[in-house]
């Protein structure tokens, strides 16, 4: 009888075809899983909104909106009907206890969950997919419904990979295909929650494979499309952000770009400090209760006098590019916003940050181009563009994906004419962070989450489980020409195979290693990480000869 790693070596060679139609199957599953998740999060926050406007008598939508300091704002309005004041604290407080019950029980729904499945696929974590999952949807819906500022794409890439993880277990899979099925659910969550296939697809590849693998893509692809039939059943083909972009920006302005871009940088790194610094805060109270509960009782002060900062703010992009706001109402929401943001995410509630930095960077690009407008005759139709530049610059200083930032707001806006300017303001900003030695905000997440809980479900028999994994050999990198027994792997871990081109080849000791060729590595879980390590030094690092 053949061992796991022998079954795993022949089968992964033959994969592509199968993964393809897997793939498919844990879409169409992702998109129901998903939609349902979008669709009552959607009725939780429609419903929030109108309990506030009829409690407030209307004032609640305009008040902090136009920037007239006089108006009444909607907490007087609602300080006068005690009744209906009472019953929203009544709700606000199970909300509370039903997020808190939520992660109590199942800690690892906490937060976005874009770490625990990068976590998991480099076999540091293992999440019981038949727990998260519902504790997932009831304690997002309960969080983000409430008045959280949080968004559902984190958890809908993490409901995602938790269906591929699942359907994995239900066909008996082996380790190394349900990390692939998971990456595929993966894609298919924010396909689905955004719209975007091509942005799921490449997600899979930029954000959390962080390497290049036809079979990833392809069976990412097949995934990400299935979803998103699903979406487009239930929610119809209009875009996230249904922007009236008139015309791209011309060439004489991209300069704009280049200096919005750098800005964009310099508060990404901003934002990630801020978010260690107020998880540093949180963990000063000794209960999770007790950190869910600041969230939570902040949002009676910003219900009463500046609902604007609550929940993911999808509507905000746009009203925003509709010119509602003067330049002191636009510098107000932008600070209200990514305050509270970063203290609602920093308290561990299930939610993602995903929506929320790209409102945040809207409202700065926004925010810009009306300072800019002071200074420069440019045509007000243009503060369009400058509201998805501001998405995608923050998005790529932060995320630090930036190929998956244009690629999704393209998508999201369901407009090309910006492409080129998109792609400029995501690379000045990308280079910038990275320059200013911030790390990508969901491996500073990753890191956080194991120095808490270094097993994190794992257990010695899951560590000791084999796996599959690939990597490049980079032109100009340290291998590059060098024989395969010169690279030190850790221990247990083999080179089963060197593929060159169209050709496999067997590989040995004396095999020299060039650029161009794909490593396929058996070692066990335990020990991905680790070797992942050593193959980025080794394999995709270039070397200054």
């Known amino acids: ?130 727990k998260v999952i519902p504790a997932k949807i009831i304690g997002g819906t309960l969080a983000i419904g409430a008045g959280l500022s949080l968004g559902r794409e984190g958890p809908s890439i993490q409901l995602g990979a938790m269906v591929g993880k699942g359907f994995s277990s239900l066909i008996d899979r082996l380790a190394t295909e349900e990390k692939l099925l998971m990456t595929c659910g993966a894609a298919a969550g924010l396909s689905c929650a955004f ?189 369009d563009n400058f509201v998805i530049y501001g998405m995608v610059g923050y998005f790529a200083g932060i995320v630090r994906s930036p190929v998956t930032g244009v690629i999704l707001i393209t998508e999201m806006v369901g407009d090309f004419t910006n492409f080129l300017a998109l792609s400029v303001v995501a690379l000045v900003a990308y280079i910038t962070a990275d320059l200013l030695g911030s790390v990508p905000i969901y491996q500073q997440l990753l890191e956080r989450m194991l120095r808490g809980d270094p097993d994190c479900g794992m257990t010695d028999r899951l560590r000791r489980n084999k796996v599959l994994i690939e990597s490049d050999v980079y032109i100009s990198s340290v291998m590059d020409g060098r024989k395969l027994k010169e690279m030190k792997l850790p221990r247990g871990c083999l080179v089963v195979s060197v593929l060159r081109g169209p050709e496999e080849l067997v590989p040995g000791g004396d095999t020299e290693l060039k650029g161009g060729d794909r490593l396929t590595i058996l070692c066990s879980q335990g020990r991905m990480d680790e070797a992942d390590r050593v193959l980025k030094k080794l394999c995709r690092t270039e070397r200054i000869r």
């Open 1 to 130: 009888m053949k061992s796991k790693a022998e079954q795993a070596i022949e089968r992964i060679s033959e994969i592509r075809y199968p993964l393809i139609l897997q793939g498919c199957c844990i879409g169409v599953l992702t998109g129901i899983v998903v939609s349902f998740f979008r669709r009552i999060l959607i009725a939780a926050e429609s419903l929030r909104d109108s309990v506030l406007r009829e409690a407030a008598g209307g004032a609640a939508e305009s008040a902090g909106m136009s920037g007239v300091p006089d108006m009444q704002p909607p907490g007087t309005a609602i300080m006068q009907h005690p009744r209906m004041a009472v019953l929203l604290l009544l709700v606000l407080a199970g909300c509370f206890l039903g997020t808190w019950l939520c992660v109590r029980l199942v800690p690892l729904c906490a937060g976005s969950g874009i770490p625990q499945v990068a976590g998991e696929l480099r076999g540091r974590v293992f999440q019981p997919w038949w």
């Open 195 to 383: 719209s975007a296939p091509l942005a799921g697809a490449v997600f899979a590849l930029e954000g959390l494979h962080k390497n290049f693998s036809t079979d990833v893509l392809l069976g990412s692809m097949a995934a990400s499309i299935a979803s998103d039939f699903v979406a487009f059943y239930v929610f119809g083909l209009t875009p996230v952000f249904d922007l009236s972009i008139r015309q791209a920006l011309p060439l004489s302005l991209y300069w704009t770009l280049a200096v919005l871009g750098v800005l964009l940088g310099f508060f990404g790194m901003i934002y990630g400090k801020c978010i260690a610094f107020t998880q540093d805060l949180y963990d000063l109270i000794p209960s999770k209760a007790g950190r869910l509960a600041v969230p939570f009782l902040l949002l009676i002060p910003l219900g009463l006098w500046y609902p604007l900062a609550m929940g993911g703010g999808y509507r905000l992009v746009t009203q925003v590019a509709d010119e509602k706001f003067v330049l002191s109402a636009l510098a107000l929401l932008l600070v209200m916003k990514f305050c509270y943001s970063i203290l609602s995410f920093s308290a561990g509630a299930p939610g993602g940050i995903f929506m929320p930095l790209l409102v945040i960077g809207g409202v700065a690009g926004g925010l810009y181009f009306t300072a800019v407008t002071q200074i420069l005759d440019i045509p007000q139709y243009y503060i």
